[in-house]
């Protein structure tokens, strides 16, 4: 089966997907799923086979089932069509593979011999210290050719000479334009808005910079703690898992320059100016500007909750941070002047992606004082947990007695209302489908990997320098009060306070 590119040239989506870590927490969770939906909207090419790898023994048939199993747990049941799924489960086969060692990888190379005219799609759906081993044991084996490409999953190291390492090992292998690292965040269907409502309106296009916009808010919050990631988690903290990848690829979205069309390098080039204009952080900055945090015990949806250092395993004597806030911005011409705050934290009241874009005000106001601070428009884009756009306008209120007291009020676009007869794709549907076609504009490149590692790295090691302990903050608020001190310095509120 064909589908039409951006460019409205066909690209098929007929290959052969080897999804090595097939039976772990992101397969079972997401993408078994993801691959199902796009069977059932009749996305994959009747011959297009999947292969499922894993270090654990699994007859065919007992594979199917887990399988299965996991579909019923993940996908609502009034998506379940059966026939799908009968195609779907007829599709996977299984080996059981130690990914350490070449000897097991001829079984790739002979499954694949009834497809080799088809590309190969490796997902890497392990740990990345494993990256290269696979993709050297895929090349010595001969299981790949000059079509395979290789999706990798991020954390893409924990630091710039680890992903280095990690890239070079990957790039021995696979040229770059063969390489998806995925950040699905860039498969929401509202990020994909974000740059059609940028670069598609005069309305905003013409907005887009300091004249206009006074400034940028991100902010991330989860609502779980480490879900028994500790091991990971404590050597990454909040900064290195989100910030380095989630948040600088919406902060680059927001702040990059149009791009010369929609082709994947002139997309990517632009984020790699942004990544490289960011404001890096000096000594004086980092307690003015930079909040780290650790959650204690709370209440988190009317249920206790233990602190970080409380849960299962913990190190007891740990600094990792569970939460981060930083005013930062972009040294360029669109963006001079304009601070971004970007927030992001576990154990929040509630789980929340959003962007606030804040206008600035009319340089005369004539309506009533009182009201001032009601006097800008706000572009409100929701990421989850519903996908949405708003734009806050200031109206009359309606009434005889009310006169030209003024109220605020969204112009709302609520994706699940606008389209209630359209399901929304979860982003690793969207990713997949890419991939199949091979189109690299949703995946992140090398040098975009690199440049947020630096900025990251520079931040991290001024921490480091000064051996302070992340401010304390109970589970089920939105931080360390230093978080609110931070943007009430420059007379303004986090967006849930207004």
């Known amino acids: 089966m064909s589908q039409a590119n951006r460019s409205g040239q066909t690209a098929s989506t007929e290959i052969d997907l080897a999804l090595f870590g097939a039976l772990g927490d992101l397969a079972q969770r997401k993408l078994f799923p993801a691959l199902f939906q796009l069977e059932r909207e009749g996305l994959l090419d009747p011959n297009t086979r999947l292969l499922g790898l894993a270090r654990q023994d699994y007859e065919l048939e007992d594979f199917r089932k887990q399988i299965d199993k996991a579909l019923h747990t993940y996908v609502k049941a009034e998506e379940l069509d059966s026939e799908a799924l009968e195609r779907f489960l007829a599709r996977l086969d299984f080996r059981q593979l130690d990914f350490t060692t070449v000897d097991g990888y001829a079984a790739i190379r002979e499954w694949r011999q009834d497809g080799l005219a088809r590309p190969m799609v490796v997902y890497l759906s392990v740990a990345a210290k494993l990256y290269g081993d696979i993709c050297r044991h895929l090349d010595a084996s001969g299981s790949l050719d000059e079509q395979s490409r290789v999706v990798v999953e991020k954390p893409i190291g924990y630091d710039l000479e680890?992903?280095?390492?990690?890239?070079?090992?990957?790039?021995?292998?696979?040229?770059?334009?063969?390489?998806?690292?995925?950040?699905?965040?860039?498969?929401?269907?509202?990020?994909?808005?974000?740059?059609?409502?940028?670069?598609?309106?005069?309305?905003?296009?013409?907005?887009?910079?300091?004249?206009?916009?006074?400034?940028?808010?991100?902010?991330?919050?989860?609502?779980?703690?480490?879900?028994?990631?500790?091991?990971?988690?404590?050597?990454?903290?909040?900064?290195?898992?989100?910030?380095?990848?989630?948040?600088?690829?919406?902060?680059?979205?927001?702040?990059?320059?149009?791009?010369?069309?929609?082709?994947?390098?002139?997309?990517?080039?632009?984020?790699?100016?942004?990544?490289k204009a960011l404001k890096p952080f000096t000594d004086d900055?980092?307690?003015?500007?930079?909040?780290?945090?650790?959650?204690?015990?709370?209440?988190?949806?009317?249920?206790?909750?233990?602190?970080?250092?409380?849960?299962?395993?913990?190190?007891?004597?740990?600094?990792?941070?569970?939460?981060?806030?930083?005013?930062?911005?972009?040294?360029?011409?669109?963006?001079?002047?304009?601070?971004?705050?970007?927030?992001?934290?576990?154990?929040?009241?509630?789980?929340?992606?959003?962007?606030?874009?804040?206008?600035?005000?009319?340089?005369?106001?004539?309506?009533?004082?009182?009201?001032?601070?009601?006097?800008?428009?706000?572009?409100?884009?929701?990421?989850?947990?519903?996908?949405?756009?708003?734009?806050?306008?200031?109206?009359?209120?309606s009434g005889l007695d009310k006169g030209m007291r003024l109220r605020r009020g969204p112009l709302h676009l609520d994706f699940n209302s606008a389209f209630p007869k359209t399901r929304i794709p979860d982003a690793y549907e969207r990713l997949l489908l890419e991939v199949m076609k091979g189109q690299q504009y949703l995946f992140v490149r090398r040098d975009e990997v690199e440049h947020a590692w630096k900025w990251c790295d520079s931040l991290i090691e001024a921490w480091n320098d000064r051996a302070e302990p992340p401010r304390r903050y109970p589970a089920g608020s939105w931080g360390p009060v230093a978080s609110i001190a931070m943007i009430t310095q420059d007379g303004r509120s986090w967006y849930e306070d207004y």
């Open 285 to 397: 900055m980092l307690g003015r500007d930079v909040v780290r945090g650790q959650y204690t015990a709370g209440t988190v949806n009317g249920k206790s909750v233990p602190g970080y250092l409380e849960e299962e395993g913990a190190n007891t004597e740990s600094h990792t941070e569970t939460f981060v806030a930083m005013k930062t911005g972009v040294s360029n011409w669109r963006w001079a002047g304009v601070p971004f705050y970007i927030r992001t934290g576990k154990r929040m009241p509630e789980k929340l992606s959003q962007i606030i874009i804040h206008f600035r005000q009319q340089p005369h106001y004539i309506f009533d004082p009182d009201q001032r601070g009601l006097a800008a428009n706000k572009l409100v884009i929701r990421l989850q947990p519903e996908e949405g756009i708003a734009l806050e306008v200031l109206t009359k209120d």
């Open 162 to 275: 680890s992903s280095a390492e990690i890239n070079d090992a990957i790039g021995e292998v696979f040229p770059e334009s063969r390489v998806y690292r995925i950040d699905h965040y860039l498969g929401k269907e509202t990020v994909q808005n974000l740059i059609a409502l940028r670069f598609a309106n005069p309305l905003f296009g013409t907005q887009w910079n300091q004249n206009h916009i006074s400034h940028v808010e991100i902010s991330v919050a989860e609502q779980v703690g480490i879900e028994g990631r500790w091991g990971y988690f404590d050597e990454a903290g909040q900064l290195r898992d989100m910030v380095q990848n989630h948040l600088l690829q919406l902060v680059c979205l927001i702040a990059m320059d149009p791009p010369a069309n929609l082709d994947a390098d002139a997309i990517r080039d632009e984020k790699v100016k942004v990544l």
